[in-house]
């Protein structure tokens, strides 16, 4: 019930694309919804965040998509470039930001120029 | 510059040998976190501290030990018990609006 569900494993997309990356979760305690993006040798940056009282969240080319009654969120980033090119964690916490956070597995994603 | 600072970046153990990770921030966070990251298993919590003095075992404690004295600092000893310590570790501090803030880690290997 603590896990935290991220498919696919690695994505390939041309530059200018949408990438989508999924996570889906059980417990239905939790209630907030962190995207990070890591790239190799560096630690993980906090990218978009949402809570489950809104359905959407936008910053930039980056939108994080949440349905509750699925239990299912998503990351999508439009008109995806190189620089884009990282391994992005989708993650889950009850009662708050600052709370023990569940990772998802990871998503390597490659922009192609 | 507020931040959080982990040293060393590559650390070397020998076996038998117990090496401790530091980790120190300067943002004025209550909330601590050790995660142990090895390829294709994401993220997984090692230890955890929501005020000074005071600490909780995470998902894969066995062979890990802590201390949290003050509020800035947040150690990670990984012990002779620790059978595959060989992994990149990240320490995360963390506040209820700003969520969690990571490290740049430490890379283990065992020689």
């Known amino acids: 019930q603590q896990q935290v569900k991220q498919s696919p494993q690695s994505l390939i997309v041309q530059k200018g694309g949408i990438s989508i990356i999924n996570c889906a979760y059980e417990n239905t305690a939790f209630d907030y919804f962190p995207w990070y993006q890591q790239f190799p040798g560096k630690g993980p940056a906090l990218l978009i965040a949402i809570r489950p009282d809104v359905s959407e969240k936008k910053e930039g080319r980056f939108t994080i998509s949440f349905n509750k009654s699925a239990k299912q969120f998503s990351l999508h980033i439009m008109d995806s470039q190189p620089g884009d090119s990282a391994t992005y964690f989708c993650?889950?916490?009850?009662?708050?930001?600052?709370?023990?956070?569940?990772f998802g597995k990871g998503t390597k994603l490659t922009v192609n120029p | 510059d507020g931040g959080i600072t982990q040293s060393p970046k590559y650390l070397f153990r020998k076996e038998g040998q117990n090496v401790t990770l530091s980790c120190e921030q300067n943002?004025?966070?209550?909330?601590m976190y050790w995660y142990r990251q090895d390829p294709g298993q994401g993220l997984r919590l090692i230890y955890y501290?929501?005020?000074?003095?005071?600490?909780q075992k995470g998902d894969i404690a066995e062979g890990y030990s802590v201390s949290r004295e003050k509020k800035e600092s947040f150690p990670l000893t990984v012990t002779s018990a620790q059978k595959n310590p060989t992994a990149f570790y990240l320490c995360?501090?963390?506040?209820?609006?700003?969520?969690?803030?990571f490290g740049s880690g430490t890379r283990l290997t065992v020689v």
């Open positions: 995360a501090s963390a506040a209820e609006v700003y969520g969690y803030t």
């Open positions: 943002l004025n966070h209550d909330a």
């Open positions: 501290s929501q005020i000074v003095n005071d600490f």
């Open positions: 993650a889950a916490s009850a009662q708050g930001g600052s709370e023990k956070l569940v």
